[in-house]
C-alpha cells in the first residue's frame, strides 16, 4: 500500500512540485495551504509523514507541530524550512519534529530524508506495539550510524557509558537538542543485559497532554472516549527492556507522581484498570532544560528528579567541543554519500573553518544536515564554501549590518578568543575545572564567572 504524505505550506507552487515529485516517487499525497485546513485534512485521515513549512500564515510552527501530534501521535513530522529560521526551527524537536529540510528543497536530499524519517518512524511505532524491527544493514540501522566523538570531552562521555550501560542505573541524559541524547541512551542499553529486549523511546514533549497518561501506563476498554479496547503502555511494551524518556520534564504533574511510582514499586495500573501490572524495565530520561529550576518553581517534582539522576551524563553543545566537529562531519559524508549515491572525498580546508566557526545551534543534527545538502550540491571531489548556506559562510555580516550590535568590534573578537581558550582548557583539563584556571592563569572563581558570562555549559 502507498504510504501517504501530507504537505502544509502556504507557498501554492512549491506544493505543486513538491506533490507531483512525491507522486512519482510512488506516496499518496495531500495538499493544505494553511495549517487549519491541514488539520481538518488530518482529522479524517491517516498520514505517515507530515511535511509541515516552519512559517504558515495562521500559526506558528511549534504551534502547528503540537495540533499535528494531538491528532496523529502516530505520523511523523518534517519541518520545512529557511536556513535562516534554522536556529529556532530547531527548537521544534522539544516537541517532536523528526527531522528538518531548508529551502531551496532538492528532490534527490528531500527523497532520502522522507524515507528515512518514515522508516525510523515506523520501526518506532512497531517495537511500541510489541512487534520487532528487523535489524537492518543499510545507513537507516542505529548501530552502523553511531559513532564516537574524538573530543576530550565525548571520550569521558563514553568513559561513562562504558561503566554505566550493563549497571542498571538510571540515567538523566542533558543536553541540547541534536547532541546525540537518545544515540547515546541507545548505546547505554545495547552495553547492558537488556540489549536483546526492546528500547522504547518516548518524546514526552511530543506527547499530548491527554494521551501522555495512556501512552505511557496504558488504559482499559471504555476508560476514557476514544478507549475502544484494552492497550498496554510503553511500560509494558518495554518488558525488560529499556524505555528513553525524552524531555521529561514536559511530563504533567500526574503522570510525575505515576512513574515515581513505577520506579518505586516497579508496578503501574493502567488508565481504568485495577490490577497492577509488574514492570522490569530500566529508565533513561533526557532534558535540555534546567531541571532544577523547574523544581524550584514546582515544575518538577524533586523526589522525582533524584530517582532518574542516579548517575548524570552531560552532552556538551558541539560548539564546546570543537574536536568533534570533523570527526562526526566526515561520518556524515560517508552515510550522504551513501544514501544521495556519490563519491565525495572529503571537504576543502575553507570547509574546515568554516565548520569549525560555525555555533550549530541545532548541534548534530543540524551539521549532519548540512553535510547531506552539500554533498548533494558538490561536483568535484570535495566540499566547497560554495555549497554551504550563507548563513555559515557570512554569518557575522548577515546578523549583523544595520544593527548596533558589536559584532565586529575587537571586544567581540577578544571574547570569542577568551571563550575559545577556556573550552581548550577545558578540554586539555577533562573537565577539571581546578586544572583548567590552572592552564588559564586565572582562579577559579573567575573561571566560573567566565563560564557563566559566556553561557559554557558546566560539564
Ligand atoms: N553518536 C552519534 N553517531 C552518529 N550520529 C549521531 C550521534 N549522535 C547524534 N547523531 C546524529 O544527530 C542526530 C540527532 O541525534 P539525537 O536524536 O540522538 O539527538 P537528541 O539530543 O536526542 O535530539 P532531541 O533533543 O532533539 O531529541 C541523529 O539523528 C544523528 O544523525
Redesign the pocket.
Known sequence: MNQNILVIDDDQDLCKVLSNFLKKSNYGVSVAYDAESGLDILRKEKFDLVLCDYRLPDMTGVEALQRIKVLSPESAVIIITGYSDVQTA?ET??YGAN?YVTKPLYPDELLVTVKETISKNQDKLQVRSGKSVPEKTSEGSKNS?????TSKASQTVQEHVNLIGPTDMSVL?I?????????????IHQKSERAGKPFIAI?CGALPKELAGSELFGHMKGSFTGAIADKPGSFEMAKGGTIFL??IGNLSYENQVKLLRVIQERKIKRIGGQKDIPIDVRIIA?T?ENLTEAIQNGDFREDLYHRINEFKIT?LPLRDRKNDIMT?AE??LNLANQSLKKSVKGFSEEVVKYFLDYQWHG???E??NVVKRSVLLTQGDQVEAKSLPDEITKPKLLNKTNSNDDGLSLKAASEEAEKEAIINALEASRYNKSKAAELLEIDRKTLYNKLKQYNIKDY
Open positions: 530547531v524537536f522539544r527531522d550510524a553511531f559513532i564516537q566523538g541524559i543536553g541540547e537538542t541534536g547532541t546525540g541524547k537518545e544515540f547515546i541512551a541507545n548505546s518524546d525524552d524531555e533526557a535540555n552532552l562526526f561520518h556524515f548541534n548534530l543534527r551539521l549532519n
